[in-house]
């Protein structure tokens, strides 16, 4: 399997080229936190098809489309009746070597465990026809999810966003516990989320 670039350029290098073609990410993340910059990143650096079950199509479009600048991103209302047919039908039509992500995942792990775990399967399908990806936007609550170990098991590669404030300073730390096909980062990465993402080089006062 191919691996596919992230978008940031530091998890490429870290990864040998990005995550291998067919896999199933999850990006899991404090709603407080910057992580739709990651997001962002897996986006724009192929063809996507973006299902949004929280925010509106409009305000993803304008987040993720710069003035000026050509967007290969599909957008798609997914807080319907039907989430999990609405996430299918897109990845079903997934082109090659493209994305589909799911901001966020939550809506969807709400449905029966059966039946959850067969959508999850049938998405897989669809990305590994395609050669693609699958990015799960799993956002961290007081109360886990029911299914949320599902999502987890399922997944080839977990990526675990970790924002802790300390003082003056917003840390953010990406552990990578999880990688099917490659190897999982030993040390966390310490991330600087701004206005995109790029590798904190500061260093941490105890």
């Given at each position: 399997?191919?691996?596919?670039?992230?978008?940031?350029?530091?998890?490429?290098?870290?990864?040998?080229?990005?995550?291998?073609?067919?896999?199933?990410?999850?990006?899991?993340?404090?709603?407080?936190?910057?992580?739709?910059?990651?997001?962002?990143?897996?986006?724009?650096?192929?063809?996507?098809?973006?299902?949004?079950?929280?925010?509106?199509?409009?305000?993803?479009e304008?987040?993720l489309?710069?003035?000026?600048e050509?967007?290969?991103?599909?957008?798609?209302?997914?807080?319907?009746?039907?989430?999990?047919?609405?996430?299918?039908?897109?990845?079903?039509?997934?082109?090659?070597?493209?994305?589909?992500?799911?901001?966020?995942?939550?809506?969807l792990?709400?449905?029966?465990?059966?039946?959850?775990?067969?959508?999850?399967?049938?998405?897989?399908?669809?990305?590994?026809?395609?050669?693609?990806?699958?990015?799960?936007?799993?956002?961290?609550?007081?109360v886990?999810?029911?299914?949320?170990?599902?999502?987890?098991?399922?997944?080839?590669?977990?990526?675990?966003?970790?924002?802790?404030?300390t003082?003056?300073?917003?840390?953010?730390?990406?552990?990578?516990?999880?990688?099917?096909?490659?190897?999982?980062?030993?040390?966390?990465?310490?991330?600087?989320?701004?206005?995109?993402?790029?590798?904190?080089?500061?260093?941490?006062?105890?």
């Amino acid at each position: 399997m191919a691996p596919l670039p992230t978008g940031i350029s530091v998890l490429d290098r870290e990864f040998g080229g990005g995550i291998p073609s067919g896999s199933v990410v999850v990006l899991k993340a404090d709603p407080a936190s910057q992580s739709e910059l990651i997001l962002d990143r897996f986006a724009r650096v192929r063809e996507c098809r973006y299902l949004t079950t929280v925010r509106s199509v409009d305000a993803v479009e304008d987040s993720l489309t710069p003035d000026g600048e050509e967007d290969e991103t599909v957008v798609r209302d997914a807080g319907g009746d039907d989430p999990v047919a609405t996430v299918l039908d897109a990845a079903a039509e997934l082109p090659d070597g493209g994305t589909v992500v799911v901001d966020s995942v939550e809506p969807l792990e709400s449905e029966d465990r059966s039946d959850y775990g067969e959508f999850l399967g049938e998405l897989r399908r669809h990305v590994n026809e395609a050669d693609g990806l699958a990015v799960l936007h799993a956002l961290k609550g007081d109360v886990p999810d029911r299914n949320r170990v599902v999502t987890e098991q399922v997944a080839d590669v977990v990526f675990d966003l970790r924002t802790t404030v300390t003082g003056t300073e917003i840390a953010n730390r990406l552990i990578v516990p999880k990688f099917r096909g490659g190897a999982a980062l030993e040390e966390p990465l310490k991330l600087k989320l701004t206005d995109s993402v790029s590798v904190d080089t500061s260093r941490d006062i105890a």
